[in-house]
């Protein structure tokens, strides 16, 4: 049961991140799929950037970026926040609806530059939304997915998300809500003739499409040498007809080392902690993103 008139007093505790704040956030039905009406875009301010964001709160994992005021994934933003600095270069590869896009934006400053790709016709729109509502001269949308070959493939969209798409085979064509045949280019391509400002920072999040992405990469990260923060999820690579295993081998073959993304919570503050991963064996059960740099490199 959607419980709007109790938002004034649960918003300030949830965006502070309080204790069980996941809690308060049910109270009002914000962990709930149905019974959040489709409404105009909702505008709030996104944490730790002084820019603004338009969410649809109808989506769960936008309504969860609305009641915490950050994007639901916490590790890969302290990852970025820790590595990327001003006049870097980021590279956003899935961009979604560009909320990692914004926090790299803020972070390599006006002197930086940002890229995001990002297929989705839908998803596009709202990071343009973004970039042009926020001033963000920095930040470059490409309208593609990156893969090893250029190609026309279809995305999906599947029930729970009106933003979400994978390239993967749906597991039940039942939940399919959404088709869009969208181009694909190699990463290197594109890339290759764009401005990079060193260091480079890399993140790419495509629902299983990670190895693909990286073959296309191959120039772009012999070239930069850049840190690479990858999705590693064994479901979702698998629906890709790829492997966790087969990742790990590809960022070794780069001259790569890995250390899984977990979250320390002490006390009021989320703290980043790595863990070093070899194989796949190794990555803790819980993790889902990997932090990859140059062996030579601390």
Known sequence: MVRTALL????PYTRSELPAWGRMMALVGGAIDQGWPSTPLVRTRYKWTPYSVWLNLADMHERIVYFCGRHYDLGPQLALRNV????????DIGANIGLMTLLAAHAVGPTGVVYAFEPNPDCCERIRLHVTRNGLTQVHVHPVGLSDQDAMLSLTRETGSSVHGSFAPPPDEATVTARYAVPVRRGDDLLGRAPINRPMVIKIDVEGFECRTLRGLGATIERHTPIVLAEVVAGHLARAGSTVAELFDLMH???????AIAIVRRWM?????LVPVTTAETMPPAATDVLWTPANRP
């Open 269 to 273: 503050r989320y703290r980043l902690h």
């Open 84 to 91: 990327l600095r001003p006049g870097d270069t980021f590279v």
């Open 8 to 11: 004034p007093l649960v918003l």
């Open 253 to 259: 073959g780069f001259g790569y080392t890995g250390c």
